[in-house]
């Protein structure tokens, strides 16, 4: 497959786009090359500049659960757009969409929705230092939250020290405030509560890591946190914008049975749309403005258009149940085959999954936290992804990033993606 035209546009978006993206991780810089530039996508296909078809195993990161340009969604949005894009007043619509989160989403009584991902888990922590008077947070290596400052810092070298920023531009005094745990831990993350007695207001964690490719929680490892949390009097939040809406209809809270504090959302729930959410019970919740003296506001906040195409996709969702187990299925046949292949090709791998999140890793240890997950082979990463993008298929471009299974896939899209990963495998 020939990919100019992409590289042409590309060209020209460096010299006015900073790094010609307008997020990191879309620059192929972690495996070289140029990036695609999308024309249209429906289904589970991506259709480029070039002229080329892509089976999309990304899915604009997350949102597209039951595949691009989804009927419904795409309806909805169109409907309401001629109705006004914004208005800065309330809406029928929100409420709506509210009350049916509220609905599918065990153990919280409101949310307040937001732009993106990074204003949930950005307000949530203020949220939760104004509710527990405390200012550290204890966050996991290797967790994303997006990039406002508190959650932009790095592992520091003993199992107990105060975080470093890994961003010019993150003060020391905000870092200093945020505590770095490991993941699938419990002993570290005793141990800091240890040393910080009294002091951390919450735990902020990916209750299904997504961020270092797919790494489930181990046994007891969530159970840990909410026991941990409620001894201490730390409020622990669950940041579910990858998995809310994806794993289970009710998110991670519902699959292990373990109720968090505060819950973030982002991606499905926006259904392709920038939304964000956080919700809480009704005590914590009423903490923030107007109600309460935590302050969160947003001009484009419960956007008509957002709130539309949300609601459209967490309808399907919930009146569709089937859906979950249909995802995991086919993730399970994908995990499958991939792994076949690549035991016939003498490769070595890990490949995690659960529900319709999967990840495969190029080194045998199994892959439980940070340090697991960094010891992948890169080199054969970069040939295994430029492979399957000469095969028409396409998975983030970073080894660290988990691929997302669409209603939308069929099995047939499926075998020829275990195929191409069987030719692919063999020029390692
Ligand atoms: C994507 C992501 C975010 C950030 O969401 P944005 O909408 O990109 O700001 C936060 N937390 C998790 C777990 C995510 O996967």
Redesign the pocket.
Known sequence: MLYQRSSQLFAEAEKVIPGGVN?PVRAFRAVGGTPIFVKSAKGAYLYDEDGNRLIDYINS??PMILGHAYEPVVQAVIEKAKLGTSFGMPTALETEIAALAVKMVPNIDKIRFVN??????MSAIRLARGFTKKDKIVKFAG?????SDSFLIQAGSGAITFGSPNSPGVTAGTAKDTLLAKYNDLENVKALIEANKGEIAAIIV?PVA??MGCIPPQKGFLEGLRSLCTENGILLIF????TGFRLAAGGVQELVQVNADIV?F??VIGGGL?V?AFAAREEIMNYLAPLGPVYQAGTLSGNPLAMAAGLAMLQALDQDRSIFTRLAEKTAYLAAGIARVLEANQVTFTINTIGSMISVHFDAEPVVDFQTAAKGDNETFKKFFHGLLQEGIYIAPSAYETWFITDALTYEDLDFTIEAIDRVSKTF
């Open positions: 997020s990161w997350g993106s991902g990074t204003e949930a888990c967790c994303y939250h997006g990039h990916e997504g961020n940041d579910e914008v990858m973030c982002g991606k920038p964000g």
